[in-house]
């Protein structure tokens, strides 16, 4: 039985330490969570579901939590607009090309819809039903540093994002009428029809 300390010391030595490793110099690990794990939105830049249209917005590096949620909040609406701005792009360069108007009005008109997507600061319906937060530290050559990374997931129904583009395809109709262009208004009340079938 004299040998049960040896064993004792050696399994101390082979198995003890390797559970306190020191961080090493750019190492990071996460020290504080809104929620237990980190959730599988955080992965998903948009998707739809259930009627409803999701955006993640995210900002890593923040030095205070607060304001690190305010720039992910900033950034899921800055997505938002790019998508419906992509969308009312494609859409309408589509159908003005296919009503064989020539590329300078194509160009023009499609570019009608996009702006006014673009100088709509506030989307109506969008709401943030999730948000998570984690706390990380990084050890540097001078000792620690802490930041946040900070998501919002945003969510707007189809039927009030489908009003936003609705206001691009109006804009694009008035600037149509503006114009006397019966081909631009036709496409733009056609993209109109299109869209409330939706």
Known sequence: MKSTPYILLLALVLFGCSGSKEMQVGEEQVVEQSTTDRPSWTNVPSEEREGNIFVTGEI?????????????????IQKMLNTMNNQAKSASTQALSGANMDEGDVGRYSEFAVSWISNTYQISGVITPTTYWEKVMKKTPQGVEYFFNCYVQLKISKADYNKALAGSYDEMKRKAQEASNVKAEEVAKKLLQDLNTK
């Open 60 to 76: 890593s590096r923040a030095k205070e939590r607060a304001f690190g949620m305010n720039q992910a909040n900033a950034d899921g």
